[in-house]
T-cell receptor, first 114, second 111 residues
Framework: EPEVTQTPSHQVTQMGQEVILRCVPISNHLYFYWYRQILGQKVEFLVSFYNNEISEKSEIFDDQFSVERPDGSNFTLKIRSTKLEDSAMYFC????????????FGEGSRLTVL | AQSVTQPDIHITVSEGASLELRCNYSYGATPYLFWYVQSPGQGLQLLLKYFSGDTLVQGIKGFEAEFKRSQSSFNLRKPSVHWSDAAEYFCAVGIYDKVIFGPGTSLSVIP
């Protein structure tokens, strides 16, 4: 069964460092998403991406964040200068359709900022 | 603004008992509606979804949900809970190019 894969599963970084989280969506999907879940809290929408551009982003997704699909298979989330409050589980998801479609989630990347 | 509320932060039920998890949404039109489950340390798995048509939808693992337009609700039900159903349950709505999640309900199951 096709699945969304994310790497790394856990990353520890120092405050102020750049972090790149990687995702390989399901191959025939067209819509890609990043979500964040701070420990014990709700799953928060960060950004959606379609046709090689951001289609929607939340207020959390400020200038420190960026996404790209560099090679047609990977979908990356970059945090330029990490802050303590960026510590969270980051989930990548993909869908064959927009909001009407089922989101398929990866297992998540846990980011710990020290 | 669009929002999803799940009034119950934590619910405890006995194994074999029935379950209902509540979800309400605030949106100008009827959104697409979903229930996801998250086991500890895991990603999110879709239980069921409502797009249109029959307001009672069946999902995986014996779950069902009923859409009630008049109450802006999409409550999740299961007639007989199993110990393996202990998890976090998220109601979600699909609006344009994003899916918004509710705060979640944590389900504990007593043997």
């Amino acid at each position: 069964e096709p699945e969304v894969t994310q790497t790394p599963s856990h990353q520890v970084t120092q405050m102020g460092q750049e972090v790149i989280l990687r995702c390989v969506p399901i191959s025939n999907h067209l819509y890609f998403y990043w979500y964040r879940q701070i420990l014990g809290q709700k799953v928060e929408f960060l950004v959606s991406f379609y046709n090689n551009e951001i289609s929607e982003k939340s207020e959390i997704f400020d200038d420190q964040f960026s996404v790209e699909r560099p090679d047609g298979s990977n979908f990356t989330l970059k945090i330029r200068s990490t802050k303590l409050e960026d510590s969270a589980m980051y989930f990548c998801a993909s869908s064959a359709l927009a909001s009407a479609g089922e989101l398929f989630f990866g297992e998540g990347s846990r980011l710990t900022v020290l | 603004a669009q929002s999803v509320t799940q009034p119950d932060i934590h619910i405890t039920v006995s194994e074999g008992a029935s379950l209902e998890l509540r979800c309400n949404y605030s949106y100008g039109a009827t959104p697409y509606l979903f229930w996801y489950v998250q086991s500890p340390g895991q990603g999110l798995q879709l239980l069921l979804k409502y797009f249109s048509g029959d307001t009672l939808v069946q999902g995986i693992k014996g779950f069902e949900a009923e859409f009630k337009r008049s109450q802006s609700s999409f409550n999740l039900r299961k007639p007989s809970v199993h110990w393996s159903d202990a998890a976090e349950y998220f109601c979600a709505v699909g609006i344009y190019d994003k899916v918004i999640f509710g705060p979640g309900t944590s389900l504990s199951v007593i043997p």
